[in-house]
């Protein structure tokens, strides 16, 4: 079994054993409970890192979690990335009024200054 990487359990050893849990427990309990330590213990060595071996299921278990953490990741960047776009919309307009306010305060300057220079002759 732990060569297939199929989990050691009481339940998992006495259906392929085709007995009783029971008596696993009565006799072998020792024994399973030594498999099963040792396997939450080994260790793999996976792009220089060493990463506990986890069992078929426990492995279906975590993909599936990391799976649904990348789809509401990929959903939070979407909506992230609309936002983003709102926001350059906004400023892009914000800047574009503040250019025209900028024109405007450039023209009444001159226009001041024109007058004063009237007024002063």
Same mark, same amino acid.
């Given at each position: 079994?732990? /060569?297939? &990487?199929?989990?050691?359990? $009481?339940?998992?050893? /006495? *259906?392929? =054993?085709?007995?009783?849990? *029971?008596?696993? $427990?009565?006799?072998?309990?020792?024994?399973?409970?030594? @498999?099963?330590? %040792?396997?939450?213990?080994?260790?793999?060595?996976?792009? &220089?890192?060493?990463?506990?071996?986890?069992? =078929? &299921?426990?492995?279906?278990?975590?993909?599936?979690?990391?799976?649904? +953490?990348? =789809?509401? !990741?990929?959903?939070? @960047?979407?909506?992230?990335? +609309?936002?983003?776009?709102? !926001?350059?919309? %906004?400023?892009? +307009?914000? !800047? &574009?009024?503040?250019?025209?306010?900028? *024109?405007?305060? +450039?023209? /009444?300057?001159?226009?001041? @200054?024109?007058?004063?220079?009237?007024?002063? %002759?």
């Amino acid at each position: 079994m732990r /060569a297939a &990487g199929e989990p050691i359990a $009481y339940n998992t050893v /006495a *259906q392929k =054993a085709k007995v009783s849990r *029971q008596y696993l $427990y009565e006799n072998f309990k020792d024994t399973i409970n030594q @498999l099963r330590s %040792r396997t939450r213990r080994q260790t793999v060595m996976l792009d &220089g890192e060493e990463v506990v071996v986890r069992s =078929a &299921g426990r492995a279906a278990t975590i993909e599936l979690a990391l799976r649904n +953490k990348v =789809a509401r !990741l990929e959903a939070d @960047l979407k909506e992230v990335r +609309k936002e983003a776009g709102l !926001l350059r919309n %906004r400023v892009e +307009k914000a !800047l &574009g009024e503040a250019e025209e306010w900028r *024109q405007r305060h +450039k023209q /009444a300057v001159s226009e001041l @200054l024109e007058l004063r220079s009237r007024a002063q %002759r």
